[in-house]
Each structure stands twice: as structure tokens, then as C-alpha cells.
């Protein structure tokens, strides 16, 4: 399968040896939603004004208390999903992008964090509320941030590296 102009560059600029997911540390940082799901879940489902957004998001998603990668970290990140990328688009012949996150989370906790955010995007900007997302465009994206890969493409509706749903992304105007 062919890769996208960005696939191929990022390789080139990253890639120096391949790198597996393997090799990341057992021991990132878990927030306390991690260990608090159920609840954290529930009021999540129970979100539904700006407030509570704010709320919620002070509570559960405080990012200020969160540790960032290191360089060292980061090569290794950068390595491991550039090989995502290049499998993603093996396997569904459309391309695909890196989604470079600062934060030192385990993957089902950042996967988590942007579920939210797409849950509540309507709520925080209240004129998408029915809007036909446009990909193909730079405004909308498919994400999977467990894999921290995203695509432009709406062909796909779950990762095609962990079959986990993929979230949405808007960037604006």
C-alpha cells in the first residue's frame, strides 16, 4: 500500500531504527479517573452545560497536575507511532497522521480524555450542534488517541490498529 506525503516525511525526519509500543514504561501516569472510572464515566454521561463542563473538566481533567514526556520519551513516542501510522495505512490503503500528545498518560487514559472532549464539544461550541462535519478539510478529523493516530478521511469510524472507536476533532474554522 502507497503512504501519504506525511507519512513518508515524518518517517524520514523520525524513523531511525523501528520501535514497538513494547519498549514504552508499564508505569505512566494513570489520573485519578483512571482509578475512579465508574464515577468519573457517570458524571460524565450527566454533563450537559458549559458549567458543568468547566466542573468537570477542573475535577477529573486537570492537565496542570500531569507529567510531560521527556526528550528521550518523546524520540521513542514520535518512533513507535510513525510505525502506527504506516500500518494504519497498510491496512486501509487512506492516509493517516501522527498525533503528538505532551502528556505522559497511558493510552486509555488519554483515549479517555478526548472521548470526553468530543462528548462535550457541542456543549463548549454550540453552533456545530447539527453542523455536517466536512473532512477532507483541516476542520474535521477522526482520531484515535489511544494509538495517537488521526485521519482526514470519514471512511473509517474505528482505529484500524485497536478497533477502538474513533473520536472526532474539530480545529475551528
Known sequence: MKRSFIGKLLEKVFRKKPV????FPETLFRPEFASKYDEFSTERLHV??????????RRWLDSSIWPKWELDERKLIEA???ELVATAEDQTGIPWAPIFY????HAIDRYEVFLSYEMFLEI???HLKGEKKSFGTSQ??????FCS???????QAVCPICDRELTHSWLGD
Open 20 to 23: 514497538s509500543f513494547s519498549r
Open 48 to 57: 450537559s452545560t458549559s458549567d458543568q463542563v468547566i466542573a468537570f473538566s
Open 80 to 82: 513507535a507511532t510513525l
Open 102 to 105: 505532551v502528556y505522559s498518560l
Open 124 to 126: 463548549r461550541f454550540p
Open 140 to 145: 474535521w478529523h477522526r482520531d484515535c488517541y
Open 149 to 155: 493516530i488521526t485521519s482526514w478521511s470519514e471512511e
